[in-house]
Structures are given as C-alpha cells and as structure tokens.
C-alpha cells in the first residue's frame, strides 16, 4: 500500500519539523554561514540514518512474525504517545523547553570553538550537534524499524530526503517558520501518521 520511501519520507519530514535538531540549525544558520551549516547538519542526519538502517537490517536476522508484530507495536505506541503529547500541549505556536535546549546545547558548543572560526570548526559543530540530538530521537527508532523489514535503499532515499526538506527550511528560513511552527499541530499529524503506519503494517501482515 505505502512505499517504504513514502512512509519514511512522511515520518521523518513531519516529526523533525520543530524538533530540537529543527531548531539547532535555524540557530546555528543565524551566527554561521548557511552553506557550512546545512552540510555539517545534512551529513550527521544521513551518517545517523545510514547507521539506523545497518541497524534494522541486523535485526532483520530475527523471524519476520517477531519483527512484523514489533513494527505494529513501536508505530501504535509511538501514535498514541504522540497524540497524547499534542492533548496535553498548550496551543502555543512552538514548544519553547525544545528552543532553549536547542539554545542551551549551541550556546555550550560556541565556547567551545576558537577564537577565530574556520570552516572546519563550523562544519563540526553543526555535525556534532545535530548527531548527538537525533541519538535515541523517536525518527531513529522510526528509521531502524522500517529497515528491519523493508527496502533498505528506499528507507535511506526517504529518509535522507526527508532530513534534507527539514534542514533546508531551518536553515534558510529557520528564523521566520520558528514562530509559525505551531508544535501541537505537527505532534498531532506526526502521532496520526505512526498510528496510520502501524495500521497499514498490521493490514499488510494479515
């Protein structure tokens, strides 16, 4: 029914939309140049997908009935979490604790830089950064889960595709979509779409 590269393609650009890794790059964009930004930030999202679909492969290994029910559980589960999320947020354009981690986390990288800054620092910070904010992030878990048992080359291209809409966005207009990200509304599509994801899987097994 849903290609793997549709399914991964939709969950990544939603859930990272306004997600902290979102906001990491809208900042960074802003004291950095963009170029260096996007490509320190665009290679730490394809090193993590890459590393999460070696991962989902490996647990292809597992019988495909204990994979197959896995994936049911973690899109249900995720959904649920989601939608429950988005209930309980106030209706508040973006969610401000995400910002000022974002904040907090480049704010501690800058003193970390030297004095006069290369090309190199920059690439790395952004590459560091973004890296360390996606490790253990629900679109990880999303990615690994979708490799276990589906096409490996169409979760890589929907999900790098994906990332890449995202740090685009951030990064060239970053600082004008932050205040019209309205973070209920995506964490309601984002849960609808895990929910959807987990039925499709259930149908598709039957």
Known sequence: MLTAFTASLLLITISEL???????AVILAMHHSRRLVFA???AALAAMTILSVVVGQAASILPKAYIHFAEIALFIGFGIKLVTDAIRMPASS??????EEAKAAVKQADMQLPKKTNALAI?????????MAEWGDR?????ITLA?????IEVITGAILGHAICAVLAVIGGRMLAG???ERK????GGFLFLLFGVVAAIEGA
């Open 139 to 143: 679109t990880q878990i999303a990615t």
């Open 148 to 152: 276990a048992g589906n096409n490996t």
């Open 94 to 99: 973006c969610d401000t604790e995400v910002v």
């Open 18 to 24: 306004g997600d902290k890794t979102f906001f990491i």
């Open 123 to 131: 690439l790395t910070e952004a590459f560091v950064l973004t890296f």
């Open 180 to 182: 019209q990200i309205s």
């Open 186 to 189: 995506l964490t309601f599509v």
């Open 40 to 42: 320190g930030v665009i």
